[in-house]
């Protein structure tokens, strides 16, 4: 889409080298690729019309946005194998399915159309009974999904820094220091305010760090104005030690990319 590369090609405009550009352009693919799993698991299963993730700025001790991270993290895990058995329940719902059901030779054409649909069944050895023929299918659909696809969001997650499980035995988001450069690279042209940036990465990428995005978009039992307001200063000292925010007063803090565009 035209938003994916558009923030590619600012990264590949920056004034640093090809190898140093390389992990950023990796990091946006993966995050990217998650996006669109999630997003398109959801339009199937439906539910909130996007996918968001609660972003813990690692903190010395147990809080309740790691606790909402977490329980995040859990839900999203589960939405593409929700989805995988969502588009065959609606498929076994259909009338193209009901119909080879009530007729003759029903075993014959449910696996004609299993076949034409979702390209399985050359292989099934089971009973000539199109109850047993779906059942199998389901179960192939999902052990297949678990062994590739289902993968890519806590794989490609941890890869690209955004999956953690740093202070805790559970995974949660919680971006390491390369990713949130390669947020900021990526989304900032020159400087914007703080509060600007954390509205622009949740609309891009549904991304939770301060408690003006977590109260648009949690529940009244997820959500504590200090707990996010905690987090959002955490990150901000983390952009500080990075060299990627100044404040210039009490009420004003800015995020800098510190790279000129060479076009």
């Known amino acids: 889409k035209r938003i994916e590369r558009e923030v590619l090609v600012r990264i590949l405009k920056l004034s640093i080298p090809d190898y140093d550009a390389g992990p950023h352009l990796v990091n946006l693919a993966g995050l990217?690729?998650?996006?669109?799993?999630?997003?398109?698991a959801l339009g199937k299963v439906g539910g909130q019309s996007r996918?968001?993730?609660?972003?813990?700025?690692?903190?010395?001790?147990?809080?309740?946005?790691?606790?909402?991270?977490c329980s995040q993290y859990e839900a999203n895990n589960l939405l593409p194998a929700q989805?995988?058995?969502?588009?065959?329940?609606?498929?076994?719902?259909?009338?193209?399915?009901?119909?080879?059901?009530?007729?003759?030779?029903?075993?014959?054409k449910c696996k004609e159309l299993l076949l034409a649909n979702f390209s399985w069944g050359d292989d099934y050895e089971g009973n000539n009974d199109p109850a047993t023929l779906m059942r199998e299918f389901k179960s192939a659909a999902i052990r297949r999904h678990r062994q590739h696809v289902a993968n890519?969001?806590?794989?490609?997650?941890?890869?690209?820094?955004l999956v953690s499980r740093r202070g805790t035995v559970k995974l949660r988001y919680a971006p390491n220091d390369s990713l949130l450069a390669t947020l900021l690279l990526a989304n900032v042209p020159v400087r914007i305010e703080l509060?600007?940036?954390?509205?622009?990465?949740?609309?891009?990428?549904?991304?939770?760090?301060?408690?003006?995005?977590?109260?648009l978009a949690l529940n009244a039992d997820?959500?504590?104005?200090?707990?996010?307001?905690?987090?959002?200063?955490?990150?901000?000292?983390?952009l500080?030690?990075?060299g990627f925010l100044r404040r210039l007063s009490d009420g004003c803090a800015y995020v800098e990319n510190p790279y000129k565009s060479l076009v």
């Open 83 to 108: 989805a995988v058995g969502a588009v065959i329940d609606a498929f076994e719902s259909s009338p193209e399915w009901q119909q080879a059901l009530g007729g003759a030779g029903a075993f014959v």
């Open 32 to 40: 990217h690729l998650i996006k669109y799993q999630l997003s398109r």
């Open 240 to 242: 500080t030690s990075l």
């Open 222 to 238: 997820e959500f504590d104005k200090k707990a996010f307001q905690a987090n959002g200063r955490r990150l901000e000292a983390r």
């Open 51 to 69: 996918p968001t993730m609660v972003c813990e700025v690692v903190a010395p001790h147990r809080s309740l946005v790691r606790e909402v991270s």
């Open 152 to 161: 890519i969001h806590r794989n490609y997650g941890r890869e690209i820094g």
């Open 195 to 215: 509060h600007q940036f954390l509205a622009h990465l949740y609309e891009r990428y549904g991304f939770i760090f301060g408690d003006r995005e977590a109260e």
